[in-house]
């Protein structure tokens, strides 16, 4: 089985079933995108056979599924797959991980921005410092969240049915090994933090502190679409540039919103405002840049914005967005012109809270837009494997015949291919082949037309026309030999401008 980027297959998930429902499949093997399952052929019944899959794509993100095929006729009654889907909560509880991850890091960045370089000196360090703390607290609940989430969602399982050896595959995993350097990361943040909030950091310490920070937020990408994308390098770099600029201005958002603009003497305020301003605004175009980057790659067609979940989410996003910048550059005027002083900070908290509030759904949308298959996805879809056409077995005594028409649409566009087995399923040497059509239910003569035998010689090939909607009656004549020759038929229904169906 070849997928669209590297899988990884979930222990116990992967398995061939036989006609009588039993599995005999061997250990599968994955190779970058190619899944490898081997099967016992020897003795194994004609009908249809079942490939049941439960992978982990190379965006973290658990595919499952199931694909039929039959050897000889159809079964009656061929083997069902296991439920392939993601329990509703985990399904729930994937994008609130992702969003504590994210308002976890607006927690910890802004305020602790402000406090290591422009925080007034006669105000209380306090309750900044603790926002600072909670943010460290939610992005190692959210991380310690996604690892639990992760399990069950490559199982399929519920969020509480987590097994211990399931949980084991997860932290041996390349996402559970990039969410454990997360938690160092933070772990070593967390230590060096303390003096740069008071504001008595070294400069060297203040550099370390960058350095593990940067390396923190790389795992944020590594385990999303970033990973998995074309160009994933560059993807990555625009992810870091986006998570941390939407940080900083958020979180010093929330900052100004919650310790600053209250309380704080109008004079400093004229001090602060400026500097937070021209760090806003160098937060929004690196904010903008990195968006603008992933959005080209992961979208991948200008249709996809409105003909996909993800292009969809992401025009949401935009919109959104651009309302906010609406609000922050009505606060960055009144800086400008140094109105905050003179007419009090009422007008420039209620245009930065309009900015909290609008960033915070932008928050939401990004933890879902991170669980949808991007954009450029819908062009690996069309060319996915599908039961487009007609396709059917039809027995009789002298052979069995398996067909399909392609696409099985009004016109003469329609090609046929079949093949002929032995009643035992082995391929049967055929020395002549027609195909007949007729429309049903109208006073039409039937239309009958060779195919072309192809090697295999078990093999032919056609084309055949549907000039109008309708039940049509397919008959295949096939001749064996010198004298042995059998006709089977069946009918087909083509609707006006629309797929094909076969009875």
């Known amino acids: 089985m070849t997928f669209s980027e590297a899988v990884t297959p979930v222990d116990g998930r992967v398995q061939v079933l036989d006609p ?3 599995r005999i499949s061997g250990t599968p093997t994955a190779s970058g995108a190619v899944l490898r399952i081997p099967v016992r ?52 509880a994937t994008p609130v991980t992702r969003f504590l991850g994210y308002a976890g890091l607006t927690l910890a960045a802004g305020p602790a921005l402000f406090l290591a370089l422009l925080w007034p000196r006669r105000r209380s360090r306090t309750g900044a410092t603790r926002t ?20 069950p969602a490559s199982s399929g399982a519920a969020l509480w049915d987590v097994r211990p050896a399931e949980l084991g595959q997860v932290l041996t995993s390349a996402y559970g090994l990039t969410l454990l350097a997360r938690l160092a990361a933070l772990a070593v943040a967390a230590a060096l933090l303390p003096a740069v909030l008071r504001g008595h950091s070294s400069r ?11 390396g923190g937020l790389v795992t944020w990408p590594l385990t999303g679409h970033a990973a998995a994308s074309p160009l994933a390098a560059a993807i990555v770099a625009a ?8 940080a900083v201005w958020l979180g010093g958002l929330i900052t100004l919103t919650v310790f600053l603009l209250r309380r704080t003497d109008p004079r400093v305020l004229g001090v602060v405002l400026p500097v937070w301003s021209r760090w806003a605004a160098l937060a929004v175009v690196w904010l903008v840049a990195g968006g603008v980057v992933q959005a080209v790659v992961q979208v991948g067609t200008v249709r996809a914005l409105w003909e996909t979940d993800y292009g969809r989410l992401l025009l949401a996003k935009v919109a959104i967005l651009a309302a906010t910048l609406a609000a922050a550059w009505y606060a960055r005027r009144l800086v400008n012109r140094r109105q905050v002083p003179a007419a009090g ?26 669980q949808v298959n991007p954009g450029r996805s819908a062009t690996v879809d069309e060319g996915a494997v599908r039961e487009d056409g007609i396709s059917q077995t039809l027995t009789c005594p002298l052979y069995t015949l398996q067909f399909n028409i392609f696409p099985g649409q009004i016109g003469d566009n329609n090609t046929i291919h079949a093949f002929v087995y032995t009643p035992a399923g082995a391929p049967l040497p055929a020395d002549e082949w027609t195909v007949t059509s007729q429309l049903l239910g109208r006073d039409l003569e039937p ?29 295949f004549t096939v001749r064996i030999g010198e004298l042995n020759q059998a006709t089977v038929k069946t009918t087909v229904s083509v609707p006006a401008n629309s797929a094909p169906t076969a009875r």
Do not use: C, N
């Open 447 to 475: 239309v009958t037309q060779p195919l072309l035998p192809l090697q295999p010689r078990h093999h032919a090939a056609g084309a055949i026309t549907f000039p109008f909607p309708g039940e049509y009656e397919i008959k």
């Open 239 to 246: 992810d870091v540039v986006h998570i941390a600029a939407m």
């Open 20 to 22: 009588d429902g039993k």
């Open 345 to 370: 900070a009422g007008r420039m908290r209620r245009a930065v809270g309009i900015e909290v509030v609008a960033t915070a759904v932008i928050l939401g949308l990004s933890a879902v837009l991170v």
């Open 41 to 92: 052929r020897a003795g194994q019944p004609l009908g249809t056979y079942l490939v049941s899959y439960r992978v982990i794509s190379a965006d973290s993100h658990p595919v499952g599924g199931a694909i039929t095929f039959s050897v000889g006729a159809p079964s009656a009654t061929p083997p069902e797959a296991a439920e392939a889907g993601t329990h509703r909560s985990v399904t729930l």
């Open 204 to 214: 060297t310490r203040g550099l370390a502190l960058l350095a593990v920070a940067l």
């Open 132 to 151: 600072v703390h909670a943010g460290l607290g939610l992005i190692a609940a959210a991380t310690l969240g996604s690892l639990w989430t992760q399990a």
